[in-house]
């Protein structure tokens, strides 16, 4: 008998469970919108060309070894990741109060820092919104941190309830840790506006709360990387402390490679030094360093211009191929006729007799609000797989397949 009998069967997670039922679905019309991946007009993942790019570069350069990076990663990267957050021109970067240490992608990247925080900061509860990311919790409490959520969206008006946030915010002990999202909240696709952030940001500041962004999507939501920065630059151009976690997972399509980075904005260089060191503690006996392949790519595109300046112009592609199949959902759902009502069940952010919010939305992601029987059904005699949320990932949509989820969801509904 084994030793490990006892164990039982752990649940599929909800989002990855998504496409493995996905993969075992024979039928040719199967669609996933599940993914949280790009995915071209012709329905395939795509490299990047500045990435390939990158590739033969550093393909053909023989000083490349495969030597262990230093425990905090590639200086290189670091220091061009801090840059294309905070921009170049930030204070903080000048004054030498930000460590950054290369991570393992996003997730990596918020797990040290919640791991850091468990061991050297005075507030264990964090703050999240709610909804989020599924995995936030998970990561956060499994650090030791306690987990708390603070009120984000509204299903009434399928938007902020700021009111809402502020009250939670407001009532969070002084000190708490709160988790933002720096644009292109997932899974709901709502962004304060840039007025509200400031007010968010006054609030915190007030109270002492400590923020904590997530920043996977940057340049991915609008096709602007500076835009997509904006709420994190906010609470860098105040002086005041912060931690971020970045992905370059999305805006550079290197999820497989794991590349990531945590900066600490701190009040002081010698405070950033000490913090630094402490990161290594962590870091050490965790993964011992990170990979060198994904980092040494973003490296070479971040300080060559024309690479830097080409990578743009791809992310934008991006991000306008996203726009664009909200655009030709909307109009596919009103070519069917679909009543009023109805509309405004399906697509988030608009107020009635304004459809321009729902084109001019921006993210990865829908939140439809589809509840768990109809996403079932869609699955089920569509073939359509997505999260039982609701959630439509925008970026696995593609033109040919738009008829048959807009067949799909009227079905659902009606
Ligand atoms: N945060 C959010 C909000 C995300 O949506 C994701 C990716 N789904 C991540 C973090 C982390 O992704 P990764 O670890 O692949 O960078």
């Excluded at 264990?124 to 306690?146: D, E, M, R, V």
């Excluded at 830097?308 to 726009?323: F, G, H, P, Q």
């Excluded at 005699?381 to 397949?401: P, V, W």
């Amino acid at each position: 008998d084994s030793v490990f009998s006892h164990v039982v069967q752990a649940p599929e997670d909800p989002i990855l469970g998504v496409t493995v039922a996905y993969n075992k679905d024979p039928n040719p019309i199967k669609l996933n919108l599940g993914v949280g991946a790009y995915r071209t007009e012709e329905g395939k993942p795509l490299v990047l060309n500045v990435v390939r790019q990158a590739e033969q570069m550093l393909v053909n350069d023989q000083s490349q070894v495969k030597e262990y990076l230093p425990i905090i990663g590639l200086s290189d990267f670091n220091k061009s990741s801090a840059k294309l957050i905070f921009g170049a021109d930030s204070n903080a970067i000048q004054e030498n109060r930000v460590t950054t240490v290369q991570c393992l992608s996003g997730t990596g990247s918020l797990r040290v820092g919640a791991e850091f925080l468990a061991r050297h900061y005075h507030e264990h509860t964090i703050y999240i919104p709610q909804p989020t990311w599924g995995n936030h919790p998970k990561i956060f409490n499994l650090a030791g941190l306690s987990v708390k959520p603070y009120r984000y969206y509204n299903p009434q008006t399928r938007g902020l309830d700021f009111q809402g946030l502020l009250e939670d915010l407001g009532a969070a002990p002084s000190g708490a840790i709160v988790l933002l999202h720096a644009c292109a909240h997932n899974p709901t696709g709502v962004d304060p506006t840039l007025d509200q952030w400031e007010q968010i940001r006054q609030l915190m500041r007030s109270k002492g709360l400590l923020p904590f962004f997530d920043s996977a999507y940057q340049g991915f939501a609008s096709g602007s990387l500076d835009a997509d920065a904006q709420s994190v630059r906010m609470f860098v151009a105040d002086g005041g402390e912060c931690l971020a976690a970045q992905s370059y997972a999305k805006n550079m399509g290197l999820y497989g490679e794991r590349v990531g980075a945590l900066s600490i904005v701190c009040k002081t260089a010698d405070v950033a030094s000490r913090v630094e060191s402490q990161l290594k503690m962590v870091i050490r006996p965790m993964y011992s360093n990170p990979p060198i392949h994904g980092a040494s790519l973003v490296a070479v595109i971040l300080k060559d211009r024309d690479l830097y300046n080409e990578w743009t112009v791809e992310l934008k592609a991006m991000a306008d191929r996203i726009i664009s199949m909200r655009k030709q959902l909307f109009d596919a759902l009103q070519a069917k006729g679909m009543a009023y009502k109805l509309l405004f069940i399906l697509v988030i952010h608009c107020t009635p007799g304004d459809w321009s919010h729902i084109i001019k939305q921006i993210g990865m992601f829908t939140f439809t609000g589809l509840n768990t029987e109809q996403v079932a059904f869609m699955t089920r005699e569509y073939h359509i797989y997505m999260t039982s949320d609701g959630r439509i990932s925008m970026a696995g949509l593609n033109s040919r397949k738009v008829p048959h989820l807009a067949d799909a969801i009227h079905a659902a509904v009606t």
